[in-house]
C-alpha cells in the first residue's frame, strides 16, 4: 500500500526532523569516552532542588500529571511578569511550535520563516499543509545581526502569511536582534498577523541590545513567545516547554492541545528549576566565558566564528567541513553537521566544558593539520 499516497500534500513534502548523529550507538562503541556538542544540551547539570522534586514526584507516578500544570504556570508567571491565563505547557518547546502552525496556519493561512531559521518551523507549516515562504536571511557581511533579515521578513508578509515565526538568538546561527529592530517589525506587520518569537535560548544572552520579546506582551496581542527547560535548565531529557501570548490566543491553542502533554516529572523539576534562579545567572556567566575561549581559539586558527548568544557557535570550515566533522566523529567528539541547512561548509558546535574544549581544539588541530596535508 502506498501510504505516502493517502497522507495529507504538506507531509508528502515533508523531510522528518533530522536529530544528528545516532548517539546511542556512539555512545556504545566510545565506552562512555564520548564528548558530545552536537545538541545544544548544558553541560552545567541541572540546578539544586530538581533531584529532590524529581525523587518526591515518583511514588505518584502511577497517576495522571495535572492536566493544566497549574503550579508550574504559577511560578512561570511570576518569571515573566504574566497571568497563568497566558501561559501554556508544552511537552518541549517543539510540541507548541508544531501546535502553533496546526491552529493558526492552513492552506490558505502561509507561514513565513527566515532561512537558516530553525528547522521546526517548516515542519510546522507543512505538517499544517500551510504555505511556507523563507526570507533569505542576510549575509554575514552585511549587519551585526547576520541572520534575520527582519525589514525583508516586514516586506514578505502579505495576505497570504497568517504566521511569522521568528527565533531570537537564532539556531543555528546562534546571533540576535536588538528590541529596536524587533519594534520596527511589529510597527510594519499587519494587524491580523501573529508573530512568534522562540527564545529557546534566551538565558543564555548577555548582548545589553536583545529584549525578551515578553516585554511586548499586553502591549500587542499579536505576540507569542516560546521558552524552554531543556537549554539553560539542562531538563532536555524530561521534554518542558511553554509558550506566552494573550489570554485568548491561549485559550484558542488549549482546544488543541494533548490533555496530559506534560509529564509529572517534568512540571516538577521545571518548577523547581524556576525556583533557584542563582543556578540560572551561574550557567548564564559560565556559558558566556567558554563561548569566548572557543570562539578565541577557533578564531586564532583562521576560522570565521558567527558572533552568539546562545550556548553553540556556527563555524565555518569550508569546503572540507565534511571531511573534519567526520574525522572528529572517528576520534570521538561529536558536532552538528550543516549540510541539511543550507549551510554545507559550516558545523554547529555546542558549548561543553572545559575539559571538553580543550580536547576538541587538539583534536582539530591534528585533523585540520590532516586537511592541510592532503
Ligand atoms: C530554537 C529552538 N527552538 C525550540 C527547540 C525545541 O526545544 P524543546 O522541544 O526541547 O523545548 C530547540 C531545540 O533544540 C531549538 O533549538
Request: charged letters at 15%; hydrophobic letters at 50%; one cysteine or more.
Amino acid at each position: 500500500m502506498d501510504y505516502l499516497c493517502l497522507a495529507q500534500p504538506g507531509i508528502r513534502s515533508l523531510c522528518a526532523y533530522d536529530p544528528g548523529h545516532d548517539l546511542v550507538a556512539l555512545r556504545a562503541a566510545h565506552a562512555g569516552k564520548l564528548i558530545e556538542l552536537g545538541s545544544n544540551e548544558s553541560p552545567l547539570g541541572i540546578a539544586p532542588g530538581v533531584l529532590d522534586a524529581i525523587t518526591a514526584t515518583l511514588p505518584e507516578i502511577h497517576r495522571y500529571p495535572d492536566p493544566r500544570g497549574g503550579a508550574l504556570k504559577a511560578a512561570l508567571a511570576r518569571e515573566h511578569g504574566v497571568a497563568s491565563e497566558q501561559i501554556i505547557l508544552g511537552n518541549g518547546s517543539h510540541e507548541l511550535l508544531m501546535l502553533l502552525a496546526q491552529v493558526f496556519a492552513g492552506r490558505d493561512a502561509g507561514v513565513l520563516a527566515a532561512q537558516f531559521g530553525f528547522a521546526v518551523y517548516a515542519l510546522a507549516a507543512k505538517a499544517a499543509n500551510a504555505p511556507l515562504r523563507q526570507t533569505p536571511a542576510l549575509l554575514r557581511e552585511q549587519a551585526m545581526a547576520h541572520g534575520h533579515d527582519l525589514q525583508a521578513m516586514a516586506t514578505g508578509v502579505d495576505a497570504g502569511i497568517r504566521l511569522v515565526y521568528l527565533c531570537n538568538p537564532n539556531n543555528p546561527t546562534g546571533t540576535w536582534y536588538s528590541g529596536d529592530a524587533f519594534a520596527q517589525f511589529l510597527a510594519a506587520l499587519p494587524a491580523d498577523v501573529l508573530v512568534v518569537v522562540d527564545e529557546a535560548y534566551r538565558e543564555y544572552v548577555t548582548a545589553p541590545e536583545y529584549v525578551s520579546a515578553s516585554t511586548w506582551l499586553g502591549r500587542d496581542p499579536r505576540v507569542i513567545v516560546t521558552g524552554t527547560f531543556s537549554k539553560a535548565h539542562a531538563l532536555a531529557g524530561l521534554r518542558v516547554g511553554y509558550a506566552l501570548a494573550a489570554p485568548g490566543l491561549i485559550a484558542v491553542l488549549e482546544r488543541a492541545r494533548e490533555s496530559f502533554n506534560v509529564n509529572a516529572l517534568g512540571l516538577a523539576a521545571a518548577e523547581a528549576s524556576l525556583a533557584a534562579p542563582a543556578h540560572i545567572a551561574q550557567v548564564r556567566a559560565r556559558n558566556a566565558g567558554q563561548r569566548q575561549w572557543l570562539t578565541d581559539q577557533l578564531r586564532a586558527r583562521g576560522l570565521f566564528v558567527y558572533p552568539s548568544q546562545t550556548n553553540f557557535v556556527l563555524v565555518e570550515f569550508g569546503p572540507h567541513a565534511a571531511q573534519i566533522e567526520a574525522g572528529l566523529l572517528a576520534r570521538g567528539i561529536v558536532l552538528r553537521p550543516m549540510a541539511g541547512y543550507g549551510l554545507p561548509r559550516c558545523l554547529r558546535i555546542s558549548l561543553g566544558s572545559a575539559d571538553d574544549h580543550a580536547r576538541l581544539v587538539a583534536v582539530l588541530d591534528a585533523v585540520l593539520a590532516q586537511q592541510g596535508g592532503r
